[in-house]
């Protein structure tokens, strides 16, 4: 380590949950495309796709 604080770590909001989430190892390569906190969030985004067809 080279005195990396935990709150160094890119953080962005998940757009299912509205919560903020922090950069995680295996993000490291796709972190530019990450939207979702978790597995959970992603499969949810099914639902946000669907009402954002019809706003
Ligand atoms: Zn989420």
């Not at 005195?3 to 890119?10: A, E, I, R, T």
């Not at 962005?12 to 495309?33: Q, S």
Request: overall charge positive.
């Amino acid at each position: 380590m080279r005195g990396v604080k935990k709150s160094d770590l890119p953080t962005k909001i998940c757009l299912v949950c509205g919560r903020p989430f922090t950069w995680r190892k295996k993000w490291e390569k796709v972190w530019d495309e990450v939207k979702f906190c978790s597995d959970h969030c992603r499969q949810n985004k099914k639902i946000i796709d669907l009402k954002s067809r019809y706003s």
